[in-house]
């Protein structure tokens, strides 16, 4: 560490950026720390953590003369989880590249006319299989939405998470039928495609500290769905287009 430094901006949870903390605070330097998730919070929803994660976290909030995150809802549960002072949070939300400004993209035409063959109704998921994404509640919204109209295809995009093979195997008829394609991870350029094509966004997601994807699908202009437990929820005005929905009731609202 530079000893002429006068300020310590620390990302991460782990054993290096404690000694940081530690070292930082030795020589009496200012400290931001930026908390881009909070480890609390996958506790919660059963993911495992060792308890000297906990406590790096807990250090890293606690001692830094200020923490900055992504989103409201990162502040409230910061507070909450840690009995932060407010007065030392600051929000920086989240930015999109100006790429997804520029309509000129072009369609691909490979894969992407076979997903909407038939002038089906596309909606798009990017985030990845993880169970904090959410996504049996979008299944199971899209396994009863079949039962109404069969012109509709949800496409997923993302890595492969710890719920892959789960949801693969509780929504095979869905992936057999046609209604449901994962397309794992995808080119950049193929993705902006994708995004223009789709007709609408969903991001259903139990805990998500901000959620770029939202920016990026209202940057190519889509309506969009978000639960409540999105970050970027809090910069969405409800209306026809823009929907904020609790997760736990996100197969109502579809």
Known sequence: LHSDAEIFHIHGIALP????LIIAKLRRKKIIYTAHGLISCEKKLGYNYSPISSFYEFCLLRFSDMVTTVSD???????????????KIVIIENGVDSSFFNDNVEINDGWLPQLRKGSRFLILFIGGTRKVKGLDFLLMSIDNLVNRSKKVILVIVGKEGDQHEILLSKYRKLVMRGYVKFLGTIPEKELLSLYKSADIFILPSMYEPFGLVVLEA???????????????SSIITVSYTHLRAHET??????
Not at 17 to 20: D, E, K, P, V, W
Not at 73 to 81: G, Q, S
Not at 218 to 232: L, Q
């Open 218 to 232: 209202m940057a190519k202009g889509k309506a969009v769905i978000v639960s409540d437990r999105v970050g970027a």
């Open 17 to 20: 950026t404690f000694i940081s």
């Open 249 to 254: 009731s996100l197969h109502l609202v579809c």
């Open 73 to 87: 809802r990162m502040m409230k549960m910061i507070t909450e989880d840690y009995n932060i002072d407010r007065q």
